[in-house]
């Protein structure tokens, strides 16, 4: 542990033992000790490399049922004490403002400590071969003729947490995260595309170690000039195969976020009020699983409650929601290990973890056989996808694609979306693939009131009978 | 506001770390957020940060660290992780130093607000009941799903080798809210903001009641059939799709990339002679306006588009010295430790055909769509400029005549197109969002992907 940490830590039970003389219901603090190295490589030359770090501890009062936050850098008693009676002001701010309280479901104190695996610590490389990797992505893809334009990225990060409260909870969480990316833009006379590979995995340099560079590179730069030569689709209605990327989007935007305890208690999902019934086909079954080997690692969320393996839809009936303490005492159920924060000036809000369709039983040639003709929409290129889970509206923006005709996938396509109704989405779905595919990034993650949080999705191939593909 | 950081004795520590040349920024924010969830004020958070940064050279070796510190020592640290950086890193032969010209423009541009800065947080959480109070006495069946008014002061310092320090204060104001609406007919959702440098009280009730309306809207909205036709798309979308698809496209570093479709176009009529685009950083109380750039250069008011005709892309010191010319002073950070990169400062869309109410443009489609929300509009594809968004909430217009709300149907097709051909004129009034700033645009023959 840093000590950076243990200097805040000090602090933290004298901290507690004041709030609770002036009269809380609750305080938690979050401290936080977060690295971050980021190397870009551009066509020819190191555009930048850059080292950012961000350590301090937030609080969270609870003042009858009133939630008020606020948070220091200053590893001193005064720094911590300001920062104490500030959340403790706005906390009663709020209460003499009126209102409804949100008290928190009781939960048991625990003492964990989690750390994540990795043989090779990644910032103890040298920089010299971290530079290599990036060097050598843009180069491969360049080589590709038509590539007009590469550029490559390393990230690393290494997060250490501790979460306290003040019923006895310790929880110390280390992840480390590695990562790479590579993208490559392509003229033709349709004019220009790109397409991005990216690589991520909660582990250490081997991750870069066990990967084929220069196949990776290759392939992007041989897919952006198909890209840069494709056409735009008709827009239409169309039956699609979609790539176990594209389906992490569609599964993480289309309901997770609508199954998040937040947006359930206040009224914006699309989803309220459905417990138990029937909102998908019969094959479709979801889950948020804080601790999927290729995910983002999250054992326990920052409130330090444990996250297990949560079933939202089984078998097509809605079967629960992500929820918070704050979030379970509204809804009425248990907490479920998804209050997450960015860093430990944020305040808490419900995220997903890593969250996945389960697979079924079919290889990814009878997925195209069964589509006959429609689309099978990948995810190299994919920009991602918004929702909104209080209408129950979609959109994604995916990669490079190609058409399947007569059972068969013929030529690519570009400038391919995909929008529609989350509901319709999984009652459409017809059939799914044998093998189960989890992302994560550590370029990117979940986007929610300006906090970006580390997040993990996929599941496997999957045949929808009907979706909406905005084209030409 | 005070920065408890001495950058010229920190610069003076970079180089006798071996730094040839360093360029330094800081900032100090205060802010305070209060949020409402389900017609209840919920949350509160209250929160001081020291930002600090640092790019070092050596000869054309570069580093760059950064983050949140407490104070000197932690600015001393992260010089440390940058100098350690630059001495490992590889050669940039095209490295032409730092910014030399530092400065600010010599024009007066308020960017901060006393009103804005000495708004008491108990002043803060009544702007966000009187909003409540608002939505609730004007329809009590609408639920105020989430809401939040945030409010932030802050005061930025810079110095590089070859000048400064220089030092700006500024403020700054958000208030979003998303209402829900629920009826035998259906439910309806509608999430809308405003930003600035100036508290505005008359324009966050004005959000309010435009949010009030529209949910109402949103309620009985459907799909329905795709067409090709006329396409109003309100002001806040267009600013929206410019930030998308047109500022990564005037950037000069994507130009000499060649990842901007507007490579080798200069002189060249791209858009609409009806249009002029204009970077104007000396707009007063805007988000994007400043004197100074990222890089210590003094900002400039210039066209990019004029007439339709491609005029200038956006330059920092890097892209502007291999063209060996000077930077436009378009050189911003996305936080202190990373590069700057060519960004606008106030991009404005302007028509030389401007209708002043949008009831004038509606009249004149025979059929079209007119839009006012969508989701994903920022999946649009900056590299190819194909526009995709999806509309939560947009009109059907039939015979000049707006129809029905709809909802669920797919925006598709390209930004050069939409701004050339197919551009018609501009119409009502002008909102700016997050330095972007046109009215709303009125383009015909453009698809509708519908149910």
Redesign the interface.
Known sequence: MSDIITGLESYVEKAFRKAEELGVDFIDARIQDYRYESIVYDNDRVKSYSYTTTTGVGFRIVYKGFHGYSSTTIPTWEGIEKALLTAYRMAKALYHAGGEPSPLAEYPAIRAYSRSGYIKYPFEISDDEKIEVVKTLVSTAKEVKGVVSATARLGLQHDKRVVLNNEGTRVETDVVLTGFFVSAVARSDKGMEMAYDSKSKVSGWELVEYTDLNAMANEIGELAVKAAHATVPEAGKYRVVLHPEVVGLLVHEALGHASEGDLVASDASVIKDKLGQKIGSDLVSIVDDGRHPDGYYVPFDDEGVEKKKTTIVENGVLKGYLAGRAESQKLGIDPTGNSRVMSYQHPLLVRQTNYYILPGDHAFDELVQEAKDGIYVTGKGARGGEVDPGAGTFTFGVGVSWKIENGEITTPLRGVTLTGMILDVLRNIEALGKDLHVYTSVFGGCGKSGQLVRVGDGGPYVLVGEIIVGGR | MRLDLDLEKLLKYAEKMGASEAELSASVTDK?V?????????????????GFGIRVAIGKK??????????EE?ALE?IR??IK?AK???E???WPGFNPKIGKAPVDVPVYSEETASLT??EG??IL?GQLKLVKESDPSI?I??A?FRVSRSYSGFINSYGGPLGEESTSYSYVL?L?KKTGEG???YIDWKLGVKLDAEGIEETTQRAISRVSD?VKASPIE?FKGTLILDNAEVASLLRILIVPAISADNVQ???S?LTGRLGEKVLSEKINIIDDPFLPYETGSAVFDDEGHPTSKKHVFEKGVLATYLYDHYTASIEGRESTGNGFKS?H???PSPSPTNLILESAIHKEKLEDAVVEVEKGLYVVST??S????P????I???V?LGYLIVGGEIQKPV??????GNIYEALADSFQYTAGPRRCLFGVCSSSIVVSDF?I???
Do not use: C, M
Not at chain 2, 35 to 48: F, H, N, P, Q
Not at chain 2, 383 to 386: C, I, R
């Open positions: 305070y209060f949020e409402i969830s389900k017609d209840s004020l919920e949350r509160a958070l209250s929160t001081t940060t020291i570069i580093g760059a660290a950064g983050g949140e510190i407490t104070g932690g992260i992780h940058a950086i490992s890193t590889r940039d032969e095209k947080e108990e959480v009544r009941q639920t799903a989430g939040s998303e829900k439910e309806g959702t949103a795709g990339q060649r990842r479709p936080s430790h990373t590069p989701i994903g920022w999946l649009s594809n590299v190819s400029g194909q995709n968004a999806t939560t909802k669920g149907v797919a925006i598709s698809t992907a519908g149910h």
